[in-house]
C-alpha cells in the first residue's frame, strides 16, 4: 500500500547538518525516547492504532541517514534539541491536520495548501541540494494561510499581501490571540527570496519552518470544522539503573475526548 502513514515531515538540526525527520501518525499514548543507551531498544509497533494501548517509539528511528556510531557520539543537548523538535513537529501537523478535509467534513479555508506548503518547507531543507529561500517561502506562505483562514472564518477581510503583521492584525481584529512577535519576525521575507535561494541561510530556514510549526499549532485549533482530535505533549525524566539521565524523554498523546 502507498500510504503515507504520517502527520508530516520536520526538519532538526544535528552538527551543522539539517535532517529529514519523519512524525508518524498513531492514536494513544506512549513514550518518545532519543538516547545513545538506548538506541539498541527499539519501538513497539503493536500499539500504533490502538487508542487504549501504551507504546514506545525511538526517536532516532524517525531521523533519516543516523548511523550507529553516530547515535553514540550525541551529547545531551543534542538529543534534547531533536526531542524538542519532535514535539514541535507533533503539534504542529496533528492539529492542522485536524482541520483538514474528510468525505464527510469540509476543510477550514486554506488548510489543506498551508499543510502541503510546511511539508514543502521542510523538504526544501532536507533535500540534497537544499533550497533555503524556497523552504522560508513555503513557511511564510503557511503563516500566511492560517491566518487568513482564521481571519476569513470569523468575518474579518481577507487581505492580498504577504505582510504578516498586517495580516495578523486583521486575525486579531477577528478575535485571534496574538502570537509572539518573534514568530512573525523569523518567518517573514520577501518574494524574490524564491529567486534568490543564497539569499536566505540555513539557520534562517530552519527558525522560519519552526516559527510556521509553532504558528499552525496555536491557530488550528482555533479554526473550524475539528476533527475532535487531541495532541498534547509534556516532557519528563528518565531513569537508567536507577540513574536520572540529561536526556529528557517525552509523553505524546493524541486521542479523541470519552464520550460523556
Known sequence: ?????????????????????????????????CDPMLSGIPSSRKASFN??????????????????????????EECNRMLKAYARGFLGFSRMKDIQATPDRPGAPFSKEALDDLNQSAAHLTAPKPNYGLSKWSSL?????????????????????????RVE??????????STASLLWDIQCAPEVRYAADSVTKDEALRAHYAGLTLGSHIAPRLKPQSGGISDVKFGTCEIARQTRPIRALMVMRGKPPRV
Open 141 to 165: 506562505q503557511a503563516a500566511e494561510k492560517m491566518l487568513k483562514s482564521y481571519a476569513v472564518q470569523n468575518g474579518g477581510k481577507l487581505l492580498k499581501t504577504h505582510d504578516l503583521t
Open 1 to 33: 500500500m502507498q500510504v503515507d502513514w504520517s502527520f508530516g515531515n520536520t526538519a532538526v538540526e544535528i552538527r551543522h547538518d539539517v535532517y529529514a525527520m519523519k512524525l508518524g501518525f498513531f492514536f494513544g499514548t506512549g513514550i518518545v525516547y
Open 169 to 178: 492584525k486583521e486575525a486579531v481584529k477577528a478575535g485571534l490571540a496574538p
Open 51 to 76: 487508542p487504549h494501548a501504551a507504546f514506545r517509539s525511538n526517536l532516532f528511528e524517525k531521523i533519516d541517514g543516523l548511523t550507529p556510531d553516530f547515535i553514540k557520539s550525541f551529547t545531551s
